[in-house]
């Protein structure tokens, strides 16, 4: 039986045995994909380079849910530059860890160009929880390379696709993210901004991300995807020409949350009015913690003392 025949067959299943009051694992209730190999190849030394690289041996392939398959090529070079540099600081580097398989078909597609970055960034996401990264994790990584990573591209549909795109030394086509062009003060806006959509959406359990103008944002949907497309115009534009209240909350992350976004804590009761009321409608309940996180009102001028330079480096 072909793959994606068995893939119906179960999402089928799964949707008949919730309607008729069966208990359904939850390994069957989505499917994000599957890697059909993991990364095989070599690291690389060249002195200039400001990160590790490593080239691929073999292709590493991903088919997506709809049965597409991303396809980074033997002996693409890669080394990350998709995603903003703040998220390797927070998650151990690009290499040797669960996302690693992701990082390299995100990078080869950002390279090569010859997909729809919203649809190569979605793949990323859905690599990520393929591989078994926690859903809180994956959604912070798509996150940051939604808002702050490659800026959106023409795909020229005649146009063959580089293999590989990217070979040691080359100086042809280079990655580079929309996080490179922002000044120190303007990554720790960044990074607030961000960490406080970890933290609204672990507060709300995987429901929420933001708040804007007094309206919450789901974690899925048009909305979500409209408020992601402001945000990334934010960062483009620096922060110049979009007035804060536009871009929802900020926070300022803990300490100990700096080890990593599985860390970032939740807001606590009576911080944000909006996500009170959703909590209680949503009959969910807040985990409690010691030290409260910062809100920050006006990030613009604020100046984030909380957030160390190597973050943001």
């Given at each position: 039986m072909a793959h994606g025949t068995r893939t119906f067959l179960a999402l089928f299943?799964?949707?008949?045995?919730?309607?008729?009051?069966?208990?359904?694992?939850?390994?069957?209730?989505?499917?994000?994909?599957?890697?059909?190999?993991?990364?095989?190849?070599?690291?690389?030394?060249?002195?200039?380079?400001?990160?590790?690289?490593?080239?691929?041996?073999?292709?590493?392939?991903?088919?997506?849910?709809?049965?597409?398959?991303?396809?980074?090529?033997?002996?693409?070079?890669?080394?990350?530059?998709?995603?903003?540099?703040?998220?390797?600081?927070?998650?151990?580097?690009?290499?040797?860890?669960?996302?690693?398989?992701?990082?390299?078909?995100?990078?080869?597609?950002?390279?090569?160009?010859?997909?729809?970055?919203?649809?190569?960034?979605?793949?990323?996401?859905?690599?990520?929880?393929?591989?078994?990264?926690s859903p809180l994790m994956a959604r912070a990584m798509y996150w940051a390379v939604a808002i702050a990573g490659p800026g959106a591209w023409t795909v020229t549909a005649d146009e063959a696709p580089p293999t590989p795109c990217r070979e040691l030394g080359e100086q042809g086509r280079v990655i580079h993210n929309n996080y490179e062009y922002l000044t120190q003060r303007e990554r720790k806006i960044l990074v607030a901004k961000h960490f406080a959509m970890v933290r609204t959406y672990a507060a709300t359990q995987g429901r929420l991300i933001d708040v804007v103008h007094g309206i919450p944002i789901p974690a899925e949907g048009a909305a979500t995807e409209a408020h992601l497309a402001t945000l990334q115009k934010a960062v483009r534009l620096r922060f110049a020409e979009h007035p804060v209240a536009d871009l929802g909350l900020f926070t300022a992350p803990l300490t100990d949350e700096l080890k990593g976004f599985e860390q970032v804590r939740g807001w606590q009761p009576g911080q944000i009015a909006e996500i009170d009321a959703f909590?209680?409608?949503?009959?969910?309940?807040?985990?409690?913690?010691?030290?409260?996180?910062?809100?920050?009102?006006?990030?613009?001028?604020?100046?984030?003392?909380?957030?160390?330079?190597?973050?943001?480096?």
């Open positions: 299943l799964t949707h008949l045995m919730v309607a008729v009051g069966f208990p359904v694992s939850t390994a069957y209730a989505e499917y994000y994909g599957r890697f059909l190999s993991q990364p095989t190849g070599q690291f690389l030394r060249e002195s200039n380079a400001p990160r590790s690289l490593f080239r691929l041996s073999e292709d590493l392939q991903f088919e997506d849910p709809n049965g597409l398959f991303w396809t980074a090529p033997a002996g693409e070079v890669v080394d990350g530059a998709s995603i903003p540099a703040f998220v390797w600081i927070l998650t151990g580097g690009p290499f040797g860890q669960l996302h690693t398989p992701a990082a390299i078909i995100h990078d080869y597609y950002c390279c090569a160009r010859n997909r729809n970055f919203d649809d190569t960034h979605r793949a990323f996401h859905r690599g990520l929880l393929a591989e078994g990264v909590m209680k409608s949503a009959g969910l309940s807040y985990t409690s913690h010691s030290q409260a996180p910062r809100l920050v009102a006006d990030p613009l001028n604020d100046d984030f003392p909380d957030i160390p330079k190597d973050i943001v480096q």
